[in-house]
């Protein structure tokens, strides 16, 4: 039991990568406190799937928008729970593809605040609460390359909570670890919206492990950066491609 009597957040937990982290973490001994917008069901099917296990979970929906709702969030949580002691920042998004020259700054404005103000504002309010643990935000492979078409500003807010996560580490050191995974071509309903198929079928072709990531590669590896497994490892971003990309 890697986390054993520990508490941790995990936004955009309802579906996909959230949802595994969550169910991993508590597998691991961890109360979890799981955020969602929309994916109340999700969101409650995993937290019953937790408790069926003998673990403690509950499901709070949050616009991670809003100041006040993060706060009530993390309050509930350390009222239920007694603390935080891991934040998995993973709730964001594409929103729609666009190129800069058809972009609105409506849009700009709403996939930085997804992507990065959600970040800043959860990890403001869990560090109050904070005084050893571990931050693992979810960073992207267009972080890393600039991403596909039409995804310019989700890249650029990628890689800006890239650049975070290593700024924070230095603040919040030695007591407080932050690292982040950039993922790849994971299958999961964020490319099922917005990545064509032969898009996946050629990344099979010519990724050297020849296969889409799954959401449990994902979860095992925020566990890994969520315990002491990963005692002498912050500031990292840590690339989750199956070799599509080296850095």
């Known amino acids: 039991m890697k986390l054993a009597g520990k508490t941790a957040i995990v936004t955009g937990g309802g579906r996909d990568i959230g949802r595994a982290v969550a169910i991993k973490l508590a597998s691991e001994g961890a109360n979890i406190a799981i955020n969602y917008f929309s994916s109340s069901k999700g969101a409650d099917e995993a937290v019953a799937d ?12 949050g616009d991670l ?3 006040a709702e993060v706060d009530a969030l993390v309050s509930k949580t350390v009222e239920t729970f007694g603390g935080v002691d891991v934040l998995v920042n993973n709730a964001g998004g594409l929103i729609a593809r666009k190129t800069i020259a058809e972009m609105e700054l409506e849009h700009w404005n709403a996939v930085m605040t997804l992507n990065l103000t959600s970040t800043f504002l959860m990890t403001k309010a869990c560090l109050a609460h904070m005084k050893t643990g571990a931050i693992v935000n979810l960073a992207s492979q267009a972080g890393r390359d600039g991403g ?3 995804a310019v500003a989700y890249a650029t807010s990628k890689g800006a909570v890239m650049t975070m996560t290593r700024g924070l580490a230095k603040e919040v050191g030695p007591e407080i670890r ?4 950039c993922p790849g071509m994971i299958d999961t309903d964020f490319h099922n919206v917005h990545t064509p198929d032969a898009g996946r079928r050629g990344f099979e072709a010519n990724a050297p492990l020849k296969r889409q990531g ?7 590896l925020v566990l890994f950066l969520a315990c002491d497994d990963s005692a002498f ?12 990309l080296f850095s």
């Open 178 to 181: 932050v690292n982040a995974l």
């Open 50 to 61: 937790i408790q069926a296990a003998g673990g403690k979970a509950i499901a709070l929906q």
């Open 65 to 67: 928008n809003n100041a």
């Open 148 to 150: 596909g078409p039409g």
């Open 214 to 220: 799954h959401v449990d590669d994902a979860a095992n």
């Open 233 to 244: 490892i912050t500031g990292t971003n840590i690339d989750l491609n199956g070799g599509m």
